[in-house]
């Protein structure tokens, strides 16, 4: 059977004792594995890994074991992965036993609506079955909201967009990043902890791409106090100037197409639809300093700073920082 729309969080947090078997399927493997990873949690029980092939030669094994006393007396879950269609007499003998002591769980990946473990998953009342999908948009900020609450973290919404972006809306690597944030702030279910930007920012993801490219944004933004501070950070970061210079670039290349479709009449507001909701306010203020023509010409020196440095045997921060310096004149420059 298949669980509720949005019930299948409560369905492996709080397991029914009358399903003997777990489908969990679709193309999000990363989400079915969590999900078999939660109801093993839930179920305080010993992964027992049984291969599929093993299955495919004997179908009695999967009720042997799930009839099986654990040797030390504790509970176990039988786990099956990968798993299609040659399990499906072994999952057949399993719900026609007498009775069981385990449960099992297959992960699945996609099945197609014909498939025969499919069919039955979705059929039997001791079967719990569910496709996982790659969430996106709302769902993804969900997603990760519930991996928080479960962490014991309380975060915001926009938060919860950063880390599913830089995760890649992968459930797995949403779920690491936020028990590092988690073991940082000795957060639990018991010991709720906030998590702020500032956390995120020192051990996100998306950290050091973001600590690379912050001398060149400021640049770009014109604010030079700050950039000199930017620079002395670099400097004792060990940040070297080639990575800075190239997402410089980066930054430039992505200015230079919405830049145009402005000057050709469209608004900041619709040229700026596909960025992330962090970047936009950085944006806003960088298409508003700088025109098609004078990207063209930063591009250019910029182009020039990497060859410099890439020519010379020590990178040349000073090199660098002068180059930035003057690239922040050239944005408040009307």
Not at 10 to 26: E, T
Not at 49 to 75: H, Q, R
Not at 113 to 119: C, F, Q, R, V
Not at 291 to 320: C, H, T
Request: proline share 6%; charged share 25%.
């Amino acid at each position: 059977m298949k669980p509720a729309k949005g019930q299948i969080g409560s369905a492996v947090d709080r397991p029914d004792p009358s399903i003997r078997f777990y489908l969990f399927h679709g193309p999000d493997e990363a989400g079915s594995r969590a999900l078999a990873a939660r109801l093993l949690s839930a179920l305080g029980a010993e992964k027992v890994s049984i291969a599929a092939g093993t299955l495919k030669s004997d179908p009695a094994v999967l009720a042997d074991e799930a009839g099986a006393i654990s040797l030390f007396g504790g509970k176990r879950l039988l786990w099956i992965e990968p798993a299609g269609n040659e399990v499906v007499a072994a999952v057949e003998a399993l719900l026609a036993a007498p009775a069981t002591e385990s449960a099992a769980v297959a992960i699945a990946g996609a099945l197609a609506k014909t498939s025969a473990l499919l069919k039955l998953g979705e059929a039997h009342p001791a079967v719990l079955a569910h496709a996982s999908y790659v969430p996106e948009g709302r769902d993804a900020d969900r997603m990760v909201m519930e991996i928080a609450r479960r962490e014991g973290l309380r975060l915001r919404p926009t938060t919860a967009s950063r880390i599913a972006a830089a995760a890649g809306n992968d459930q797995a690597i949403a779920a690491q990043e936020i028990a590092k944030f988690a073991l940082f702030l000795g957060a639990s279910a018991e010991n709720p902890k906030d998590l702020e930007e500032e956390v995120v920012d020192l051990l996100g993801a998306d950290s050091s791409e973001s600590q690379v490219g912050r001398p060149g944004d400021t640049a770009l933004s014109g604010d030079v106090q700050r950039l000199a501070e930017e620079l002395e950070r670099m400097a004792g970061s060990g940040i070297e100037p080639i990575p800075a210079v190239r997402a410089l670039q980066r930054r430039l290349l992505q200015l230079a197409p919405l830049r145009a479709r402005m000057e050709a009449g469209q608004a900041p507001d619709a040229v700026m639809t596909s960025l992330f909701w962090r970047d936009k306010p950085l944006f806003q203020k960088l298409l508003s300093r700088w025109s098609s023509e004078r990207i063209a010409v930063a591009l250019d020196r910029v182009g020039r700073l990497e060859r410099q440095l890439m020519l010379n045997p020590v990178p040349d921060s000073a090199a660098f920082g002068e180059e930035l310096i003057q690239i922040a004149r050239a944005a408040n420059a009307r």
